[in-house]
């Protein structure tokens, strides 16, 4: 069982930048893949970011491809989304979420993360 906590979400202008983070609990951390996810109101849940469970490799969707920095610390449980150059449709809850192994190129369907956490808040404002 792994637990998940998001923090560092907030107000933020147009172009500014915030960091995101999740500790996980547990002594499996890097067994792991590591996904971010977010969800805008009345819209679905899409996936923003994924890392391996090594962090050697990343995956990102191409609207925030460039903007994005997903990285991991396995010595401390925690994976991090640095978010630069903030666009209003930002704006959305933002979830992080772990595999029960390693899926890869698969890194964007949500069925495949068996752990979630509750999500902390992003607000873009133009």
Same mark, same amino acid.
């Given at each position: 069982?792994?637990?998940?906590?998001? !923090?560092?979400? @907030?107000?933020?202008?147009?172009? +500014? =930048?915030? $960091?995101?983070?999740?500790?996980?609990?547990?002594?499996?951390? =890097?067994?792991?893949? &590591? @996904?971010?996810? /977010?969800?805008?109101?009345?819209?679905? /849940?899409?996936?923003?970011?994924?890392?391996?469970? =090594?962090?050697?490799?990343?995956? *990102?969707?191409?609207?925030?491809? +460039? $903007?994005?920095?997903?990285? $991991?610390?396995?010595?401390?449980?925690?994976? *991090?989304?640095? &978010?630069? !150059?903030?666009?209003?449709?930002?704006?959305?809850? #933002? #979830?992080?979420?772990?595999?029960?192994?390693?899926? @890869?190129? /698969?890194?964007? /369907?949500?069925?495949? #993360? !068996? #752990?979630?956490?509750?999500?902390?808040?992003?607000?873009?404002? =133009?």
């Amino acid at each position: 069982q792994v637990q998940l906590v998001e !923090s560092g979400g @907030g107000v933020v202008q147009a172009g +500014g =930048s915030l $960091r995101l983070s999740c500790a996980a609990s547990g002594r499996t951390f =890097s067994s792991h893949d &590591m @996904g971010w996810f /977010r969800q805008a109101p009345g819209k679905e /849940r899409e996936s923003v970011a994924a890392i391996s469970r =090594s962090g050697v490799t990343t995956y *990102y969707a191409d609207s925030v491809k +460039g $903007r994005f920095t997903i990285s $991991r610390d396995n010595a401390k449980n925690t994976v *991090y989304l640095q &978010m630069n !150059s903030l666009k209003p449709e930002d704006t959305a809850i #933002y #979830y992080c979420a772990a595999t029960q192994g390693a899926i @890869g190129a /698969r890194w964007s /369907r949500r069925d495949l #993360y !068996s #752990y979630w956490g509750q999500g902390t808040q992003v607000t873009v404002s =133009s």
